[in-house]
Structure formats: structure tokens, C-alpha cells
């Protein structure tokens, strides 16, 4: 706390070689403890309101529009659990390293869409497929810190194929 205080009061005469990233990143480090607990909080949170938007999906005429709030603030809040255990900056560079960059991209495009197409175009069958597939990139997203499990999915999907062309073929 000394620390976050020295810096917010400009008495920290060594800041002077660090980059403002650094020296907020040192004045605001969790203990480990802290740290699961936000993971938890944040991913509870994001669960409770994917949960809730889907509950809501079956109220006339907003539901809709709650299930897509609902879900989106839900996968924002799940994405930013993973901050508390590794922190901001560390967790920003590897959602743009090169096996997640696409994966990334498409994921919080999909976010911005779903919304825009909500509320500015009023499009909800678009929000629905939006949805979809910010669902399948935040899949894919999250496949992608679990080592070779993109390529068993891939293989999975393809052997799937491969069954259904043969059935489609024998008809």
C-alpha cells in the first residue's frame, strides 16, 4: 500500500527509468490469494450472467435483447478472470501472440458486433449468429492455452466428416 501510495504522490524518485505500465503494475501486485479470489469472483459472475441471459431468452419481447447483454458482459467478465492470475499486461501480450491472435480478434469483434447489431441495427437474428460465433471463438480462444487440444478438436471434426460422407455416400 506504501507503494501505491508513494506513486499516486509522486514520491517515488526511482519511477524515473520505468515506463507508466511498470510502475502501476508494481504499485498494484496481488498477493497470489487475492488474485485466485478475483479469478473466482470474476468467473462466477461471468457464469451467473451467461446463465441468466439464457434464462431470459424465453421473456417476450426483451428477452432477446437481455439474453445478449447478458451473455456478452458474461464472456467479458470470463475473459477478464484470466487477468487476476496472470495480470493485465501479461494476459493482453498473450492474447496477441500468433496462436491467439486470430482467435482474439474474431472474439472481441464478434463482442462489438453482437452489441451493435442489438441495439444500433436492431438486428437479432444477426445478434443470435453473432453469438454463436463469439461462443465458438471464445471456444477456440481458451482451446488455445491447452496444449495439442486444438488439434485433437480438429482432428475430432475431421474424422466426423469423414463419417458423415460415408453414410452420405452409401445412401
Do not use: H
Not at 54 to 74: E, H, K, S
Not at 87 to 106: N, S, W
Amino acid at each position: 500500500m506504501d507503494k501505491l501510495r508513494a506513486v499516486l504522490g509522486g514520491r517515488d524518485g526511482q519511477s524515473d527509468n520505468r515506463n507508466i505500465i511498470e510502475t502501476a503494475n508494481e504499485a498494484s501486485t496481488l498477493g497470489w490469494g487475492t488474485r485466485v479470489k478475483g479469478f473466482i469472483a470474476c468467473m462466477v459472475v461471468g457464469v451467473g450472467c451467461t446463465i441468466l441471459g439464457v434464462g431470459c431468452l424465453f421473456i417476450p419481447r426483451i428477452g432477446v435483447i437481455l439474453f445478449i447483454v447478458f451473455y456478452t458482459f458474461g464472456n467479458l467478465c470470463s475473459l477478464a478472470s484470466t487477468m487476476f492470475l496472470m495480470g493485465p499486461v501479461k494476459q493482453l501480450k498473450r492474447m496477441c501472440d500468433k496462436t491467439r491472435a486470430f482467435a482474439t480478434a474474431v472474439m472481441l469483434t464478434c463482442l462489438v458486433l453482437t452489441l451493435c447489431a442489438a441495439f444500433w441495427w436492431k438486428i437479432f437474428i444477426l445478434a443470435l449468429v453473432l453469438v454463436i460465433l463469439q461462443s465458438i471463438a471464445f471456444a477456440w480462444y481458451g482451446l488455445s492455452y491447452i496444449p495439442f487440444a486444438r488439434d485433437a478438436v480438429l482432428k475430432f471434426l475431421s474424422m466426423i466428416g469423414s463419417m458423415i460422407c460415408k453414410v452420405c455416400k452409401k445412401q
